[in-house]
Structure formats: C-alpha cells, structure tokens
T-cell receptor
Framework: QKEVEQNSGPLSVPEGAIASLNCTYS??????FFWYRQYSGKSPELIMF????GDKEDGRFTAQLNKASQYVSLLIRDSQPSDSATYLC????????????FGTGTRLTIIP | KAGVTQTPRYLIKTRGQQVTLSCSPI?????VSWYQQTPGQGLQFLFE???????NKGNFPGRFSGRQFSNSRSEMNVSTLELGDSALYLC???????????????FGPGTRLTVL
C-alpha cells in the first residue's frame, strides 16, 4: 500500500461546478496535510494546508480531513479554466519531521 | 519577499559525471528540503537540512548528498550520474512557527537535470 494515494485522473469538471479531489493516507499518526497545485512545467504551488484538528476554507477552496477514514479532500468551488492543473496531496508525519510524502497527483481539467 | 531560488535551472550531463545544484531559501527560512520529481515515481523526498545539519533523509543511494551553509543556502550533489537520475530537482524552504513547529514548505522553480 502506498503511503499517500490519489486518483491520477484525469478529472474533468465543467466551468462553474465544484471539483472534488481526494487523497488517502496510510499512517494514522500523520499530523498535517497539504494541497499543492502544479501547472505543467512548473514547480508545486501551495494552495492550502490543514492540521489534524480541523477543516479549512480559503476563498473558493476548502480542505477537509476525515481522520477515521484517513482521507483528505480538496473542494474547489466555481471552478475556473485556470484551475486546470495537477493537484498534489502531501502528508507530514509529525511536526518535527519536515519530510513531505506526496501522492502521485490528480490531473484536473476544467471544461469551459 | 523573494521566493526560493534554484540554480541552475537546466543542466545536461553525461553518465558518470557529478553535479551540484544550489538552493537559496526564502529570507528567514532555516529549513531546506530537497525532492526529486520524475514521471514514474512522482515527488520523492531526498533530505532536509536545518542549521547546517541533515535532520532527515529519504531512501536514496549515497551518491546523493547535500549540505547547508550558515546563511541557510543549501547545495545537493549527485555523483556518478546514472540515466535514471534525470529528473526535476526541487528545493523547498520553511520557517519555524511561533507555536514551535514548522510552517508550510514553499518550493523553488526546480533544476531540470538531463543525464545522457
């Protein structure tokens, strides 16, 4: 079992709709969870992060954690063509360990 | 505030050679992590440095090494290059939070290494 798993997609969503991205992790002790966006040929860009104590909303983006089922989700409301990218989920095991373990990413395409 | 910078942006080397990549973190960030990204394996953690000390290391052979200087700038070195080392090498930096843990990591633009 991979430590962090994501559906590779591609996931196609109409413009204006909600895009839902999911990620499962294997280590129950994981403390913090990150979503990065990566455009083709570019480096990952941090979108949101949450800790094990709760969900978070920032503009059109909401990150949610389900600790019991060990998955993290990212919701993108009012999807825009500029949201088309690969979304990487990353998990940090503990606050003292800076290692990020990444999923393979989900490719999202917003259809105008 | 300037972001993470990496040099060079592109490198072409041949098998058996060695290469040194450089990373300058965001001002005030003392933790620097290195990652390798390939189409087949995705993003994989190489190592992390803080205050000139390697604190964590990923599952890479000893050909991959790094160091950090007193100004937090970091270098990574790959010796005896193999074809499979062709990848995007990413550096990320983070700062110490007021709550005692580390804040989120910000990535540099990466160095694209091609081994022929």
């Amino acid at each position: 079992q991979k430590e962090v798993e994501q559906n590779s997609g591609p996931l196609s969503v109409p413009e204006g709709a909600i895009a839902s991205l999911n990620c499962t992790y294997s280590d129950r002790g994981s403390q913090s969870f990150f979503w990065y966006r990566q455009y083709s040929g570019k480096s990952p860009e941090l979108i949101m992060f949450i800790y094990s104590n709760g969900d978070k909303e920032d503009g059109r983006f909401t990150a949610q954690l389900n600790k019991a089922s060990q998955y993290v989700s990212l919701l993108i409301r009012d999807s825009q063509p500029s949201d088309s990218a690969t979304y990487l989920c990353a998990v940090k095991l503990s606050f003292g360990n800076e290692k990020l373990t990444f999923g393979t990413g989900t490719r999202l395409t917003i259809i105008p | 505030k300037a972001g993470v910078t990496q040099t060079p942006r592109y490198l072409i080397k041949t098998r058996g050679q060695q290469v040194t990549l450089s990373c300058s973190p965001i001002s005030g960030h003392r933790s620097v992590s290195w990652y390798q990204q390939t189409p087949g394996q995705g993003l994989q953690f190489l190592f992390e440095y803080f205050s000139e000390t390697q604190r964590n290391k990923g599952n890479f052979p000893g050909r991959f090494s790094g160091r950090q200087f007193s100004n937090s700038r970091s270098e990574m070195n790959v010796s005896t290059l193999e074809l499979g080392d062709s990848a995007l090498y990413l550096c990320a930096s983070s700062s110490l939070g007021s709550w005692g843990g580390y804040n989120e990591q910000f990535f540099g633009p990466g160095t694209r290494l091609t081994v022929l």
